[in-house]
T-cell receptor, first 114, second 110 residues
Framework: ETGVTQTPRHLVMGMTNKKSLKCEQHLGHNAMYWYKQSAKKPLELMFVYSLEERVENNSVPSRFSPECPNSSHLFLHLHTLQPEDSALYLC?????????????FGPGTRLTVT | GQQVMQIPQYQHVQEGEDFTTYCNSSTTLSNIQWYKQRPGGHPVFLIQLVKSGEVKKQKRLTFQFGEAKKNSSLHITATQTTDVGTYFCAGLLGAGKSTFGDGTTLTVKP
């Protein structure tokens, strides 16, 4: 499946580093999402962009900063992370039509904060 | 607090046995979706239910949406080792916001 791609697939970073996660969808969808998946919380919605505008921000710490330059690309900028931020970060997209919110997920970025 | 609860958290079955996972919401849902995540993989969309009392089937999988649109279930008949993974429900509460349950992880002993 190559509809939603994420890079990098694995990332190890120190707490003082700055890095970015990238997501690209090739499905012509108009909404994109960032999720955090960890043993503590299986699927935790972080941000939602619909038509390139942020419509959801679930009390995510400011050390996570999303960016959606166009409907096909989504970034998650990371800075001064904590070890508890280590998790799988999943990107998803959907075509928000009347009553249809089927989401397509990317393979995820496995993030380790040391 | 969490608005979509899923039970059980884990289920271990012998191959050939049936399996059911349940999803319950404290509020009425516009629709409900089911996803499967294989070990080491990412969630993959299975199905969406919209109508009250709706029942849909995909081979050995049967999905139901409650009459009050507050609960749903996924039933697998005669499990196979290829069914292993975590099954998530996601309830659409309105305004485009889907809330995922915590998932049920199924293991199948051959």
């Amino acid at each position: 499946e190559t509809g939603v791609t994420q890079t990098p697939r694995h990332l190890v970073m120190g707490m003082t580093n700055k890095k970015s996660l990238k997501c690209e969808q090739h499905l012509g969808h108009n909404a994109m999402y960032w999720y955090k998946q960890s043993a503590k919380k299986p699927l935790e919605l972080m941000f939602v962009y619909s038509l390139e505008e942020r419509v959801e921000n679930n009390s995510v710490p400011s050390r996570f900063s999303p960016e959606c330059p166009n409907s096909s690309h989504l970034f998650l900028h990371l800075h001064t992370l904590q070890p508890e931020d280590s998790a799988l970060y999943l990107c998803a997209s959907s075509q928000v039509l009347a009553g249809n919110y089927e989401q397509y997920f990317g393979p995820g970025t496995r993030l380790t904060v040391t | 607090g969490q608005q979509v609860m899923q039970i059980p958290q884990y289920q271990h079955v012998q191959e050939g046995e049936d399996f059911t996972t349940y999803c319950n919401s404290s509020t009425t849902l516009s629709n409900i979706q089911w996803y499967k995540q294989r070990p080491g993989g990412h969630p993959v969309f299975l199905i969406q239910l919209v109508k009250s009392g709706e029942v849909k089937k995909q081979k050995r999988l049967t999905f139901q949406f409650g009459e009050a649109k507050k609960n749903s279930s996924l039933h697998i008949t005669a499990t196979q080792t290829t069914d292993v993974g975590t099954y998530f429900c996601a309830g659409l509460l309105g305004a485009g916001k889907s809330t995922f349950g915590d998932g049920t992880t199924l293991t199948v002993k051959p």
